[in-house]
């Protein structure tokens, strides 16, 4: 965390200075990433910014910072595109790392996702030292859903030793998991055909598909 | 939707015929798009699907289908860009179109993710038919939420006639809104700095950042 401060406080510093500047992040940089920091950072500092095409009278003004996010494709569009269509109907996306959350917080907003048949995207689910997070959101998710539901699991999306596993929401602590992974959880009408996972948006028979 | 249907039905009917075929969606195809209703037809038909790599010996086969989903940037991603930074953090992407889903369960998810304070992107505020279900959201989510917490309001985010608002809770109603906006609505830690909108990732007093 204290490194990614520094490199938002050094990046800034130069497009201060008048250069050009742009602080990369993997997947999306607005999804568990660093523009939120850059814009936290701004405020502090009392930093005056706008974004790159607004009031053009202040194009010359050294005291403007123009600032752009450039969208990305997040873990969790690369990592359900790989499964097939997880997130076709609605779905919360929660982190399990309790460093800067309170861990009652996180198991709240489990609960409440769970309880209300959200699809799951887990983020951050295990590190070496973090390693009962994941377990403790399994036995909430099970409260409320079938042990058969099925859970999707995706590593290092489209990269170098990328993973993909379909398991069973009581089998999911037995697959592959570290901090590279996303972990997506269908809701009570999601299922498995074949090696894809899907959701469908609505009710299969307003859709009057023929067999 | 039926039109969806038959778009999905003639995609398929082409690929097993022999030839490569492409199904667009703007966005994401995996978030309230059409990717689930090609999972949805390929088992309601028994079509065999396998992804691309897959069984490299099966490659000849004509009675398998291979089917990859290109994920894309989602209106979600490319709101927040134009936004700023609002989904640094847990948040729920909850569609308010009552079409597939009964408006009790979309009642139910609205609540349960304003309770648990995650940030809450909805899909589908509005359309020239459905024009309450953005109210009684407001409603809901003011339960929870101050009446002062900001709500960006992106309308055909990166596409001719572009919109970008940042209101209050309590104001949302105002804002011009229709079936290509995407409104996110932040959490309690949320705000608005000049004329962007961003979420913390934590608390910021463990980020340590100079003023």
């Given at each position: 965390?204290?490194?990614?401060?520094?490199?938002?406080?050094?990046?800034?510093?130069?497009?201060?200075?008048?250069?050009?500047?742009?602080?990369?992040?993997?997947?999306?940089?607005?999804?568990?990433?660093?523009?939120?920091?850059?814009?936290?950072?701004?405020k502090?500092?009392?930093?005056?910014?706008?974004?790159?095409?607004?009031?053009?009278?202040?194009?010359?003004d050294?005291?403007?910072?123009?600032?752009?996010?450039?969208?990305?494709?997040?873990?969790?569009?690369?990592?359900?595109?790989?499964?097939?269509?997880?997130?076709?109907?609605?779905?919360?996306?929660?982190s399990?790392?309790?460093?800067?959350?309170?861990?009652?917080?996180?198991?709240?907003?489990?609960?409440?996702?769970?309880?209300?048949?959200?699809?799951?995207?887990?983020?951050?689910?295990?590190?070496?030292?973090?390693?009962?997070?994941?377990g403790?959101?399994?036995?909430?998710?099970?409260?409320?859903?079938?042990?058969?539901?099925?859970?999707?699991?995706?590593?290092?999306?489209?990269?170098?030793?990328?993973n993909?596993?379909?398991?069973?929401?009581?089998?999911?602590?037995?697959?592959?998991?570290?901090?590279?992974?996303?972990?997506?959880?269908?809701?009570?009408?999601?299922?498995?055909?074949?090696?894809?996972?899907?959701?469908?948006?609505?009710?299969?028979?307003?859709?009057?598909?023929?067999?």
């Open positions: 965390m204290t490194k990614e401060v520094v490199r938002v406080e050094a990046a800034i510093e130069r497009a201060l200075a008048g250069k050009s500047c742009a602080i990369v992040s993997s997947g999306d940089p607005g999804i568990y990433a660093m523009a939120g920091l850059v814009f936290e950072t701004c502090v500092k009392g930093i005056v910014i706008m974004p790159p095409a607004s009031a053009p009278e202040a194009a010359d050294k005291n403007v910072l123009r600032l752009e996010v450039v969208p990305g494709i997040p873990a969790l569009c690369a990592g359900a595109a790989l499964l097939g269509a997880p997130l076709t109907h609605d779905f919360a996306a929660i399990l790392s309790d460093l800067l959350t309170p861990w009652e917080l996180i198991e709240q907003r489990l609960e409440a996702a769970a309880r209300s048949d959200f699809v799951i995207v887990i983020y951050n689910p295990k590190s070496k030292k973090r390693n009962w997070q994941l403790k959101a399994q036995e909430i998710i099970l409260r409320y859903r079938d042990k058969k539901t099925p859970v999707g699991i995706v590593s290092r999306a489209m990269r170098k030793k990328q993909i596993e379909i398991v069973t929401l009581d089998d999911m602590h037995t697959a592959e998991i570290d901090m590279q992974t996303t972990v997506f959880v269908g809701n009570s009408t999601s299922s498995q055909y074949l090696d894809f996972m899907y959701t469908p948006r609505g009710y299969a028979k307003k859709y009057q598909i023929k067999s």
